[in-house]
């Protein structure tokens, strides 16, 4: 255990740890929503036919990111923006109104603490 957390404060550093920590957390959620599509259904106005596809590949390129932060990959970085600019491009057609605001809020803040993360290491990553 201690040979990891030198890891952590030596490489990634406790703030890109945090975030991959986070997205870990957050992607507990996905399989829930793909057994309960109709839970969507107070933030997205429409749930599209390929949603639970969409949320499948949002999952494993999510795990993907994980492992590929956790590793200090660069590929795992681009593979984020890709990730933030699909959840954007389909909030945007999908989300309901009066909850856009708070889905982009959130969003955007999320895309720029990652982005804080990943700059403030960009040297390590390979």
Not at 88 to 105: K, N, S, T
Request: hydrophobic content about 55%.
């Amino acid at each position: 255990m201690a040979n990891i957390l030198q890891t952590i404060r030596k490489r990634q550093g406790w703030f890109l740890a945090i975030m991959i920590l986070t997205l870990v957390v957050g992607d507990l959620q996905i399989p829930y929503y793909i057994a309960n599509p109709d839970e969507l259904k107070t933030i997205y106005s429409t749930v599209p036919s390929w949603y639970s596809l969409y949320a499948v590949v949002g999952l494993l390129s999510n795990i993907a990111i994980i492992i590929g932060m956790w590793r200090m990959k660069k590929w795992a970085a681009y593979l984020l923006v890709v990730y933030f600019a699909s959840k954007i491009a389909v909030d945007l057609v999908y989300v309901v109104p009066e909850m856009q605001a708070m889905v982009f809020i959130t969003t955007i803040a999320g895309a720029g603490l990652w982005f804080w993360a990943v700059y403030r290491k960009w040297k390590l990553f390979t």
